[in-house]
């Protein structure tokens, strides 16, 4: 086992490495990214200056050469800095950085294309975040904010497919048999899968909403399920429904805003309805990452936009969710360790209150590519390997990772079947057609 995509060697870059869905992802995707954040914080300059005055304008420019700065680092594959800003996650990324040196041959210093894919990308989200900290007044600014909810919009007609499935679904719960209850909890799982294809850091911020209703797609989609773990999940939910009184939560580690998270929410409304966990804990990002991943304001905000929404069964999804939140069966939460480069399997030393955290549920929903990423620690495992040895030490409590697939790491397959799919699709496992729902239990 070895570290995934680290660009040892800049000199053999191009050898080793061109052609490389990271190698492209360094080159090309991230300054893109970094390109489109300075144009955004440049069109916002008038907001700036109407909110802030002098001050506002000040900031654009410090921010503005801040990200320049940043690009150029990138492209010139300088060293990677260590963080200067003093926030309580500081430590942990300069400490990770260190730990990179001693990876590298003596006197060679960590750089931009010489450090693990995963890293680097996840860092220059933390140096976004950090620009932005250190320019007052306009700090709490989402450079992401305007793509996000563009997303949102452009994913109208499919929201509203899915919010008018539930409400006429959740009418006929009473009347459902215990295999209907089943099915629908399937489909809406499988909603929630491919609710993940919509993330807006692989398109480089471009539009990459869901336009149709991802119901009718479902069941010719199902040949791209590669794992269809399924069964373990109702299995687990179904039994705890069968204790009176007895309280199951759901935890979900949410991952993109927009289409995405009306599956989840959606998702996370049929669990309770149909009565197989009494809470739903969502635990979201603490500050912009990954262009699209769901922070505070983006969990409230999309909340808010089904309430206020001219369709019935819209904002009567917007009003149960908001009282779910009153009441306390849907509990918000954030911390620090999501939006670190660290390894899952790290958790229970890294931040062990979330570990602690994460150990009170009956099962964890963890969505999305990163987060696959960083349970198997972006490692080159074999296909075959089992989910659960991938996972190393990260065992919190009973997990199913849904994702689909956008990077090039995957175990868990049935032998024969990643070969098979490499030699007929070259880009299978970073076009996101394919997906898991991938169960592990408890250990
Ligand atoms: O593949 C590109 C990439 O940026 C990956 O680094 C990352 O895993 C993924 O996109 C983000 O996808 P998701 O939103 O599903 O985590
Ligand atoms: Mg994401």
Redesign the pocket.
Known sequence: MQWMNTMENAVSLSARFEGSFAYYTIKDRLPKILTQVIDTIHRHKNKFYEEHGEAGMEAEKKAISFFSKLRNEMQTDKPILPLTSDWPDTHLWNQYLEQQRTLLNEGEEPSWFRSPWLYVECYMYRRIQEGMMLSPPIAEFDVFGAVKNESFFQSQQAIIALCTHLQERKRDIPSLSKEQCQEEFYKLLQVSLWGNKC?L?ISGGQDNSQKSSILASLESLKPFVLVDDMVSLWNILSRSGTEKDAKTRVDIVL??AGFELITDFILADAILSLNLATEIHFHAKCFPW?V??TTKRDFDWTIQQLLAANHRWMSKCGQTWKENLKKGSWVYHENLFWTLPHEFWSMEGVAPDLYAELKKSNLVLIK???NYRKLTGDRKWDFTTPFSQALKTFHPAPLCSIRTLKADVQVGLRPGVGEKLSAAESDWMVSGKYGVIQFSPAM
């Open positions: 993330d850091s991952d993109n990954f699209s991943d999305g590519d990163l």
